[in-house]
Every structure is written in C-alpha cells, then in structure tokens.
C-alpha cells in the first residue's frame, strides 16, 4: 500500500502556474502507475492523466492536454504536475492517486482503478 499526500496548490490568477506535488510512501511506488484526478464542488471526481510505473507513457485528459505535465521522480518517489495556462475551469481539489501498473495508457480512467489516494490540494484560479 502506498501512502500519498499532496502539495503546492493555491490560488493564482487566469494564464498562470502552478507546480503540484505528491509525495509516496511505502515499497511499490516505483511499481505503481500514478494519476492525477480533480474535483470541483458539486461534481464527480474527474481524471487529469495517468503515468505509467517508468514514467514512459502518459494520458491526458482532453482538457488539459498541452497545459499540464505530469512527472515522476522514483528515487524520490515524488510525482509532480506542472499545470500551465491555468483557467478558472481549472478550479477544484487535485488528488494524486497510486494504482496498479496498467496494459495500456491510450484512454481514461476511473477512480476505482486506482488503489490509494492523498487527501487532497486546493487548486483555485481566479479570472
């Protein structure tokens, strides 16, 4: 089991940055796929992208696609989430998220496919 806690949001302005970290605990980090959900007040949990264990496949989600950046330090076990050109859409609380290793990363995912999950950081965007 991996533990997870998450860090770096806050409150920024339309058109700028923000740099989310989670960091893990526990032996099967390096093992594990990592994911990036959010959700706003009043709405389903949602995916951002998933990064296989080595870090050499990615998804995004359609709405982040070429804005955000996902990453992975397995020495450190850290994954981060570089969000650029940030929108008030943008506004929720951002999970990172440990799962399986998975077959495949050309699509979405569910938040029942992952397996542990941090408490959560405030991400707000003001227009």
């Known amino acids: 089991q991996v533990q997870l806690v998450e860090s770096g949001g806050g409150l920024v302005q339309a058109g700028g940055s923000l740099r989310l970290s989670c960091a893990a605990s526990?032996?099967?980090?390096?093992?594990?796929?990592m994911g990036w959900f959010r959700q706003a007040p009043g709405k389903e949990r949602e995916f951002v992208v998933v990064?296989?264990?080595?870090?050499?496949?990615?998804f995004y989600a359609d709405s982040v696609k070429g804005r955000f950046t996902i990453s992975r330090d397995n020495a450190k076990n850290m994954s981060y989430l570089q969000m650029n050109s940030l929108k008030p859409e943008d506004t929720a609380v951002y999970y990172c998220?440990?799962?399986?290793?998975?077959?495949?990363?050309?699509?979405?995912?569910?938040?029942?496919?992952?397996?542990?999950w941090g408490q959560g950081t405030q991400v707000t965007v003001s227009s």
């Open positions: 998220a440990a799962g399986p290793t998975f077959t495949s990363y050309s699509g979405t995912y569910s938040p029942a496919d992952f397996r542990s």
């Open positions: 526990g032996r099967t980090f390096s093992r594990s796929a």
């Open positions: 990064i296989s264990a080595s870090g050499s496949s990615t």
